[in-house]
């Protein structure tokens, strides 16, 4: 008989995280590793590459193209550039077009660049590709609020739904179940729960966890009620939640259920911390759960360093003579050195030099470092300026081409600062698993400048640990399209 196992993680903040809105959550921060594809998630992956080959042909056909060899070839490049989408139907709208708009302008210059190059765009008539660039957006939009509004009627059919129960009416069992009530995309039924315990305890358990909103799962029976529960209901799917402490229970509840064709998810209790980058792995043929682990290994890591070396040599090139006035204004404005250079901690909290123009009369590095205030005497007029709209900063994508630095990431404490706060913020060393950046995800939901409280820096590190938990190049670039308006806007800088 088949017996399928996997690993699944719903994070048991989430209900919490919700009510901090504009967070950035992400699918594959909750799941660790998926072993079988529903409906939803097959829409989801295909409806982006399907929209954007589908649109082609029509618009060729639109405009009388013979459908050659030519758009053959265009639309398997494009399926291969589009696929898999990263669209989920239980996302915020806005999040949807931002993803959207985002993935397309970066599909359109991969192409475009391609095709220049190659000289293969001459093969296709301006009208057709100006119009495929306009209207795939367009019909993207319309098909996917269409099929998430058609999607929970569909799947709501018993046809398209897995049959489940959880082993385990405790804190973690129950926000499993939660997931997949809130969520109807998910296509799982959750018939029941199998547990152990008396029923006073599984009452205690249930009014703990479920006080403001009521959960109508029964529960079925106990753990020696299972088997026979599931070949006579035609269960598909177990999800065993229970504490690992009870690993002997587990292993002989294992070895009862390799008599059903039911696949069996484990739900292990030390996923109750908060994952970065939780992940399957292995060393050798031994499997390992990553914990905690920076986003940028293997190909991900490749991917952010060109970004940020292409990206870096475009911007330096593009403002060199705003930083050659800019050095010349530092350098009239009061004595002292053009850029200023201070130890930061950099990757793996390795200590670095961060270059920025000088903006005040002094330049401290010491071990006690004075945050910038609002009316900082130390500021010069010039000075606060560079700060106001974040110019001071440009000197730091040369650290950048170093590899010192990222253009998006954790920003960079002063030493002084670091030694400060690891002591009083939990996780505070974690954003060091990545380069710091010249934005991030803090900056641009409005913790930029001083952090004169400690509940400000916590929740600089908050949005931080979610960028590390949720990077992909496309919150990249939304992020340094919100830098520059914040920087235009001098929101909390001094």
Known sequence: MPLQYGIIHHNANK????????????????VLWRSSFTLSSTIEASLYPLTVIATLLLVAVYYDDRLGSQYVILAALSFALAFPGDASFHEP?????????????????????????????????LPVLATWFVATPVVYTAAYFALKSAL??????????????????NDIGIRLARQFVDNPYLGTHIIGFFDDRNSARLQAASDRSQADNPLPIPTKGRLCDLTDFIKQNHVETIYIALPMATQPRILHLL????????SIYFVPDIFVTDLIQGRLGSVGDMPVVAVCETPFTGFNGIIKRTADIVLSLLILLLLLPVMLILAIGVKLSSPGPVIFKQRRYGLDGKEILVYKFRSMTSCDDGAVIRQATKDDQRITRFGAFMRRTSMDELPQFLNVLQGRMSIVGPRPHAVAHNETYRKLIKGYMVRHKVRPGITGWAQVNGYRGETETVDKMEKRIEYDLEYLRNWSLSLDLWIILKTAIVALKGQNAH
């Open 15 to 30: 209900q919490e995280m919700s009510q901090n809105p504009p967070r950035e959550r992400s699918a594959k921060s909750n």
């Open 255 to 262: 070895d009862d259920l390799r008599d059903t064709t039911a």
């Open 152 to 169: 929970p009627r569909v799947i709501s059919m018993r046809n398209y739904q897995r049959t489940a129960i959880i082993v385990g009416r």
């Open 93 to 125: 709208p806005r999040r949807i077009l931002r993803k959207m708009t985002l993935s397309w302008l970066m599909f359109i210059g991969i192409m475009s660049a391609f095709g220049i190059a190659t000289g293969y765009i001459y093969y296709y008539p």
